[in-house]
């Protein structure tokens, strides 16, 4: 009779509702290989420390959020994959990502057919969540956040002369974005260039066919559009030549890193961020829990990067509007959490550490810039910018 009631029990618990039916998921779609895992490592990092924090504080409607993940290797076709397995077989109400420019182009096409919000935190090319009605960012423009570092090197830069140069990875598809118009806005701002904008493979060993060409007529800055390892490459071929000009570039080498990537060659490096740690208690708070976590990990960082703090925003974002729109996690219903869901994040008004999160029309979020310089082979702050108004 004992052994019968055990089976009758076993099978009992074996029909009860799992535990990950009582959860709601999100999705993370990274990059933790690849040639963007230098910069994506802390993603993982920052939405488990929020994830963490929410789950503790009694979670969202009465259930946990459990986050599914996948490592897209910074590979679009990946990232597609991404996508479709979270709106299919994981059930995921939401997205946290992808990670890159690239990967959004193709994995936002699959979210509207699929009809899945994605928030990614680090792809900033112009333009890419215009006409999306599920695609959304934390991140900023590029090309808005260039022109504000361009306005702050016109009053306190402390150049001589307003002469620039541009080089870019031909292959990196940011990068070559970026090149496209970091000319023209520098024209605009005042700067003459010295040669066209130049670019190399990134796998080049040999730059010194690049740096050749300023012969002799050294800018004062060389303006970068690449991942902090190709910026090294340039400024030690650059310095081998003789030239001293201030390397100045866009978010896309914004790495708390880069001190260390540049070494001596860095020194009055100059670039924009969207995320200063030390801009009030909420922000070095999460400087401190995600370097001690990050340490836990065996990562060796020198500061969150800010698309670390995006990723952790994200889940916060989600988060707030997952309680407005009244979200269960419960499968059955999952397409229309989505749509309600969905609706919820375009009216979300929330502070994060970026700042004041809000989504204008076409998807985006409106960030602050700060303008960084690298001082005896530390970060510093030079200056910043605040948002613009979310336009509804």
Known sequence: MKKRLLVIAGLAAGLAAPTWAQDIVLGLSHAKTGRYSG??????????????????????????????????????????????KFAEDAKAVGIIGPFSSQEAQVAFAAGERLEIVQIPNAASAPGLTKDRKWALRVTEDEGKQFGRLLRTMGTKGGVSNRTAAVMFPSDEFVGKALAGWMPNLLEANGWKMVIPAEGFATNATDLSPHITKLKGNTPSVLAFAGLPEGAAKVMKELRRQG???????????????????????????????????????RTRTFERKFLEEAKKRGVNKSGAHHVDASAYDIVYVFADAMRRAGTTGDQAKVKAERVALRDALRSTQITGVTGNICFGRDGDSELPAYIIRIRNGQRTLLDSHAPDACSK
């Open 39 to 84: 910069v994506a490592v802390g993603t993982e990092i920052s939405v488990d420390i929020a994830v963490a924090e929410i789950n503790a504080a009694g979670g969202i409607n009465g259930r946990k959020i459990r986050v599914e993940k996948f490592d897209t290797g910074g590979d679009p076709k990946n990232a597609q994959v991404a996508t479709q």
């Open 243 to 281: 030239h001293n000009s201030m390397l100045i570039g866009a978010q896309i080498f914004a790495d708390p890193d880069i001190a260390k990537v540049l070494g001596s060659d860095g020194e009055g490096a100059t670039f924009v961020s969207w995320y200063w740690w030390d801009t009030n208690e």
